[in-house]
């Protein structure tokens, strides 16, 4: 976290209409940088001069898909992260679609999705129900097959959230169930481990551990602040949550399991 903020890292958004504001809003309270850019006039050129690109498919279309596939390509030649989080991938052969195509055209750094979407992702009979997704198997085997499958970092959250490389497998228990009834959190958590990855790009597991440890702390910090009110203030308190954590109390309270 204290990387992010002395380094202040660009994070191009290419994220859904629903969560756009909570997002820019969440990135800046982290002390990164948001930009929202969608027409593929400038998505090459905004790639580019970014530290890390945010693919989400919340509220997809056509050109929005082609759009991002031009920005995918262009991070990648400039050699910068990119985080997909393939929202409802399982609801609607559409998401299928794109999302495979994203997957096979750019090459993603890291998958962040829950159990749900990460299943439907590897072709596993799903249930998504449009964007939410749980499933009854195991989410870390669930997360290193899926890492081994696509070749990249994948991390599935949930009550327990998961980070694999196909090799290296860790559970992150921080967080708080009020997470869920908060919309944009999974998205907003896309932002934020596409931060870490910034700063951090030749250590991506370690950056996304970093970031769910971190984001769950917040989480259990503001519901211990506002359980008796409600998720209102709740999603008021996470954000400044976000803003004052700092690394010591974030490591004194994380919940980091190295299972391989
Ligand atoms: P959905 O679309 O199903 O709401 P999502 O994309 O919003 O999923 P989540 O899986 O809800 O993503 O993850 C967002 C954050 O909430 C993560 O930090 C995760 O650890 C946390 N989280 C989710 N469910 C729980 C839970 N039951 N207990 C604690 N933390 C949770
Ligand atoms: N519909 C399309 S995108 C979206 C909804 C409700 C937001 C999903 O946000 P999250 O972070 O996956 O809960
Ligand atoms: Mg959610
Ligand atoms: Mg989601």
Same mark, same amino acid.
């Given at each position: 976290?204290?990387?992010?903020?002395?380094?202040?890292?660009?994070?191009?958004?290419?994220?859904?209409?629903?969560?756009?504001?909570?997002?820019?809003?969440?990135?800046?309270?982290?002390?990164?940088?948001?930009?929202?850019?969608?027409?593929?006039?400038?998505?090459?050129?905004?790639?580019?001069?970014?530290?890390?690109?945010?693919?989400?498919?919340?509220?997809?279309?056509?050109?929005?898909?082609?759009?991002?596939?031009?920005?995918?390509?262009?991070?990648?030649?400039?050699?910068?992260?990119?985080?997909?989080?393939?929202?409802?991938?399982?609801?609607?052969?559409?998401?299928?679609?794109?999302?495979?195509?994203?997957?096979?055209?750019?090459?993603?750094?890291?998958?962040?999705?829950?159990?749900?979407?990460?299943?439907?992702?590897?072709?596993? *009979?799903?249930?998504?129900?449009?964007?939410?997704?749980?499933?009854? *198997?195991?989410?870390?085997?669930?997360?290193?097959?899926?890492?081994?499958?696509?070749?990249?970092?994948?991390?599935?959250?949930?009550?327990?959230?998961?980070?694999?490389?196909?090799?290296?497998?860790?559970?992150?228990?921080?967080?708080?169930?009020?997470?869920?009834?908060?919309?944009?959190?999974?998205? #907003?958590?896309?932002?934020?481990?596409?931060?870490?990855?910034?700063?951090?790009?030749?250590? #991506?597991?370690?950056?996304?551990?970093?970031? #769910?440890?971190?984001?769950?702390?917040?989480?259990?910090? *503001?519901?211990?602040?506002?359980?008796?009110?409600?998720?209102?203030?709740?999603?008021?308190?996470?954000?400044?949550?976000?803003?004052?954590?700092?690394?010591?109390?974030?490591?004194?309270?994380?919940?980091?399991?190295?299972?391989?």
């Amino acid at each position: 976290m204290e990387l992010v903020r002395q380094n202040n890292p660009l994070i191009h958004c290419m994220t859904n209409d629903v969560v756009m504001n909570f997002t820019a809003n969440g990135l800046l309270a982290i002390g990164a940088s948001p930009v929202m850019a969608f027409s593929a006039a400038e998505t090459e050129d905004m790639a580019s001069v970014a530290d890390a690109l945010l693919l989400n498919i919340g509220t997809p279309s056509n050109e929005g898909v082609d759009s991002m596939v031009l920005a995918g390509k262009a991070a990648n030649r400039a050699g910068k992260p990119i985080i997909f989080d393939p929202v409802g991938v399982g609801a609607t052969p559409f998401r299928n679609e794109i999302s495979k195509r994203i997957l096979n055209e750019v090459d993603v750094a890291v998958v962040r999705g829950n159990a749900g979407e990460i299943a439907a992702l590897l072709g596993q *009979a799903g249930t998504v129900k449009g964007v939410d997704g749980k499933i009854n *198997a195991d989410v870390k085997e669930l997360c290193l097959q899926a890492a081994k499958a696509l070749r990249t970092v994948v991390v599935v959250t949930g009550e327990v959230d998961a980070v694999s490389n196909g090799e290296q497998l860790v559970a992150v228990a921080n967080g708080h169930e009020w997470l869920t009834k908060v919309v944009g959190t999974g998205c #907003l958590l896309g932002g934020v481990i596409a931060a870490y990855a910034a700063v951090q790009p030749n250590s #991506l597991v370690d950056a996304a551990v970093e970031a #769910l440890a971190f984001y769950g702390v917040c989480a259990e910090q *503001a519901y211990e602040q506002t359980k008796k009110e409600g998720i209102g203030s709740f999603q008021q308190t996470f954000l400044n949550e976000l803003g004052n954590m700092t690394d010591e109390k974030a490591a004194a309270l994380k919940r980091v399991e190295q299972i391989c």
